[in-house]
């Protein structure tokens, strides 16, 4: 690596303008995520609140689902979307005509899961997991806006898999799911602070420049 970094820099490859732009990039990115793990790192939860959350949802995770789901890049499309899902039109059809899913492939049932934030279907969000375990069989959620983007998502099946289920096997799960959010709530309020000072400009022309 040092022997074609050295390379690189010897033929220049740091001056051009397009590297130079990337590099620049991916310090940014660096530079917000070690910020937000600086920020995030000294969350703690306790157990009382984990508790609390457990009793609250115990029996989400004594279910498994399958679903189908559709992942649309923005909220009008998105409503756009429901609507037509609301008035009788196919679920499959549309999403093979307009889902930007990842985690599945367009229209097609998943496998059973249980409720983790760890899985991919639900984006690591916690608001994505309780909206789908809070579904019945058949059942259309309302939009979901999350990480992935604004997902609209279909209960095909549920089945309790379990009779009961206690703290300690809910436990690590729960600790993620409160983790999460706060840190999501420390990271929302960090930028509303930012923003009541910073300066923002507004320059629509530039999305219009001529290419010639």
């Not at 559709?70 to 037509?84: F, I, M, N, Y």
């Not at 985690?103 to 969000?125: C, H, K, V």
Request: charged share 30%; glycine share 4%.
């Amino acid at each position: 690596n040092t022997l074609i970094y050295q390379e690189a820099i010897r033929r220049g490859m740091d001056k051009e303008p397009q590297v130079q732009a990337h590099i620049k990039r991916l310090i940014r990115d660096y530079m917000v995520n070690e910020l937000i793990d600086r920020l995030t790192s000294a969350i703690k939860i306790g157990q009382d609140q984990e508790m609390q959350y457990f009793n609250q949802h115990k029996d989400e995770f004594t279910y498994e689902v399958k679903i189908m789901r559709l992942v649309l890049p923005d909220s009008l499309t998105a409503a756009q979307t429901l609507g037509e899902l609301r008035a009788g039109a196919d679920f499959t059809k549309l999403a093979k005509e307009r889902s930007q899913d990842v985690a599945l492939a367009a229209g097609q049932e998943s496998n059973y899961f249980t409720r983790s934030i760890g899985d991919p279907r639900m984006g690591g969000d916690p608001a994505v997991a309780e909206a789908i375990f809070a579904l019945s069989p058949g059942q259309i959620s309302d939009v979901i806006p999350s990480q992935e983007g604004f997902m609209i998502v279909k209960l095909t099946d549920k089945k309790k898999v379990k009779a009961d289920v206690t703290f300690p096997e809910a436990k690590d799960e729960i600790e993620a799911i409160l983790s999460y959010r706060r840190s999501q709530s420390l990271i929302d309020s960090t930028l509303t602070s930012l923003r009541a000072t910073a300066k923002i400009e507004l320059k629509p022309d530039v999305y219009f420049q001529s290419t010639k």
